[in-house]
């Protein structure tokens, strides 16, 4: 809690400056006052700070037990009370009612909570027990479904801080603050958006196919849950379904933020980033996953190369084409390199994404059917594997040097390759794509760079056009093993029209942000880094990290 | 009182430590720069794009000495910080005025 820096706000009440680099605890500190007057105001500036430090101490100590306190005041409902004494008998029944089902991990079933409300009809335990007695095994296939797409929704949500990670590391240590505050809102405000309107709106049930209004979600929309798999029922709870897909909606936003960073003002980029997740995310994703016209034409998208990551990186190039590059980045007709500031972080970001998309692909199975959960592991990791090994290869033919983070981009873009088609395509058709896809992320960077799109990340290229390939792949039969189910003309105009319309809508919104409210920083500002700029914060604030 | 100021290939920067502490100079302050002299600057590569660096890193040690050691100081830095290639960087000498030990307000070269 030194000086300036955190109390931004009310240290330039105190003050009407803006925080400046020397803790005025430190003058505070000096034994010898001596004479001056300008001594004696820091002291008083000091004691002020001091007081309304304490202030806010004792008031938030109190508010915190409070809170501690209230908790259990609501132990006499809670649901989780009751399990305990169930297990055993549900392990029981399952194995008497059919016998030569096995009844796997039945310690899993322990963890699960009933998903009645302490406003429900019944007793917990007592629906609890009815539900397993007459559903059986089928219960514990639910249940354990239902607990393994929740963990694959944890792991999803651990993308976005890969997606931090990587572009803060591949970016200027001078716009750092900006890229994780942009990382950060992202994922508040898809998770909100996503509740208050873009979960119904791609999900409405019976509509026209092409557009559908959203309504929040609501407690009535899962008061029951249907047991069944397959067909119209979802082997996971409603709030399970909903939350595994708000971690994929906040994740199409995210891939924005990497392309238009170093130069989009803040405002500009959440109004426009709010837009394009909470509106018109939805509307593609129901022309698949909700049911709509691509999914009635046969179309597929396993897990969203075209409906996450096209989306994302088409609107990215319909930003970056409507803010342009950064300054100094193209001169002369020559590429100037801006590099990014952290290898390490770019590094562990890259690593937590593949972590993560474990949970994107293998959650997109929607159950915890084993042979395809663990044959989704397998594609998904030998696709990025292959693209990783692709791309360091490419590369080095091609630039000479083997590049870091042409390599990490690789890994990304067999991961991105392999995410429409992880469940149908073939296992060595897997290695193929990924490896596919990580020599052309190599020529799509470079290519974006020769034409002038500024892409500090990669963006574009992993997500956009590796996501047409990874999609249309699954239309080819020499990768989806000669079934019959995919089209390759589907699978294009698919793909087509969902990168299509993002990169549309995109033109037209940032167009519109431009136009009104202005979309870049001022020169000045790009200069000095939007860290200060923007937040008047530095995240390096007292020693220098390269650039 | 004589002010040194050494630009040297920052791997010799151990031995050009060793090499003062054996003359019984205990004391500098040292810097990380960059620049250049006659030796020309690399190009690397980035994401597919070369770009020239000219600057390069170097040390920069400042130790202010009495008279009496200042030319065999200088001596053995440049004999420590010597590698025969280009680069290795050059030693400036200049006068200084006063200089005062915070701790016990000593000056002059009591104070070195």
């Known amino acids: 809690m030194a000086g300036g820096t955190w109390h931004g706000g009310c240290y330039s009440e105190i003050t009407g400056n803006l925080p400046n680099r020397v803790a005025p605890r430190e003058t505070g500190r000096r034994a010898d006052a001596g004479p001056g007057n300008r001594k004696n105001n820091n002291k008083t500036h000091i004691t002020m700070m001091r007081i309304k430090q304490s202030l806010w101490g004792l008031l938030l100590a109190p508010v915190v037990m409070a809170m501690t306190a209230a908790a259990p005041l609501h132990a006499q409902d809670d649901p989780f009370a009751a399990p305990a004494a169930v297990v055993q008998e549900t392990a029981v029944v399952a194995t008497d009612a059919a016998g030569d089902v096995a009844v796997v991990a039945t310690e899993a079933v322990a963890v699960a909570a009933p998903e009645e409300e302490s406003e429900g009809p019944a007793e917990p335990d007592e629906d609890y027990t009815a539900m397993a007695a007459k559903y059986g095994a089928t219960f514990d296939f639910f249940t354990i479904s239902n ?18 990670s990587l572009e803060s590391g591949l970016t200027q240590a001078k716009n750092t603050t900006n890229i994780l505050f942009k990382n950060v809102f992202i ?3 898809g998770i909100i958006a996503y509740l208050l309107y873009g979960f119904n709106a791609m999900y409405p049930g019976d509509f026209n196919g092409w557009f559908a209004v959203g309504t929040p979600v609501t407690m009535a929309d899962y008061g ?19 939350i595994f897909q708000a971690m994929f909606a906040a994740t199409a936003a995210t891939i924005v933020s990497g392309a238009v960073a170093e130069r989009i003002k803040l405002p500009a980029f959440m109004l426009g980033a709010t837009l394009l997740v909470a509106f018109i995310y939805p509307i593609t994703g129901s022309w698949k996953w ?99 090994l692709a791309s360091i290869f490419t590369a080095w033919m091609f630039i000479k040097k083997p590049d870091l983070s042409m390599s990490l981009n690789g890994i990304l873009a067999g991961l991105v390759g392999i995410t429409a088609g992880a469940d149908s395509i073939t296992l060595y058709g897997s290695v193929i794509v990924g490896a596919i896809a990580g020599v052309i992320v190599i020529f799509s960077i470079l290519f974006l760079d020769r034409i002038k799109i500024d892409d500090p990340v990669g963006a574009i290229s992993v997500h956009g056009v590796c996501g047409i390939w990874g999609t249309i792949a699954v239309g080819l039969s020499f990768f989806n093993g000669g079934n019959e189910d995919f089209s390759f003309v589907t699978q294009l105009i698919g793909t087509l029209s969902i990168c299509g319309f993002a990169f549309i809508v995109s033109l037209i919104i940032f167009g519109l942000i431009k136009a009104i409210f202005g979309l870049r920083v001022s020169a000045e500002e790009e200069e000095e880094g939007l860290d200060i700029g923007e937040h008047g914060q530095e995240a390096y604030p007292d020693f220098v990290a390269n650039k | 009182m004589k002010k040194i100021e050494a630009i040297i290939k920052p791997f010799k920067l151990e031995e050009v430590k ?39 890193p170097k040390i920069k040690i400042e130790v202010v000495l009495a008279e009496d050691v200042v030319e065999k100081a200088a001596a053995a830095i440049v004999k420590a910080a010597k590698t025969g290639k280009i680069g290795d960087g050059k030693v400036f000498i200049s006068p200084v005025e006063e200089a005062i030990r915070i701790r016990t307000d000593e000056t002059g070269e009591k104070a070195v």
């Open chain 1, 290 to 388: 909700g049911g709509g016209w691509l999914d009635q034409m046969g179309f597929y998208d396993f897990a969203g190369s075209s409906l996450v990551h096209g989306f994302g990186g088409f609107a990215a190039l319909a930003a970056v084409i409507v803010l342009g590059p950064r300054a100094g980045k193209y001169v002369d007709g020559k590429i100037k390199p801006i590099l990014g500031h952290s290898m390490p972080l770019a590094t562990i970001g890259v690593f937590l994404l593949f972590f993560g998309w474990f949970g994107f692909n293998g959650g997109s199975v929607l159950s915890a059917n084993p042979e395809a959960v663990s044959y989704v592991f397998v594609t998904t990791a030998v696709a990025a594997a292959a693209g990783g």
């Open chain 1, 147 to 164: 607990l393994w797409v929740l963990l694959a929704a944890a792991l999803v949500f651990m993308m976005h801080l890969g997606f931090a």
């Open chain 1, 224 to 242: 029951d849950t249907d047991f069944s798999y397959g067909g119209t029922g979802l082997c996971m709870t409603g709030w399970t379904d909903f």
């Open chain 2, 18 to 56: 060793d090499a003062l502490a054996d003359l019984g100079i205990e004391g500098m302050t040292v810097s990380e720069v960059k620049g250049f002299g006659r030796q020309k600057g690399h190009t690397e590569i980035y994401r597919g794009s070369e770009y020239t660096v000219d600057f390069l």
């Open chain 1, 187 to 189: 994922i508040c405000m």
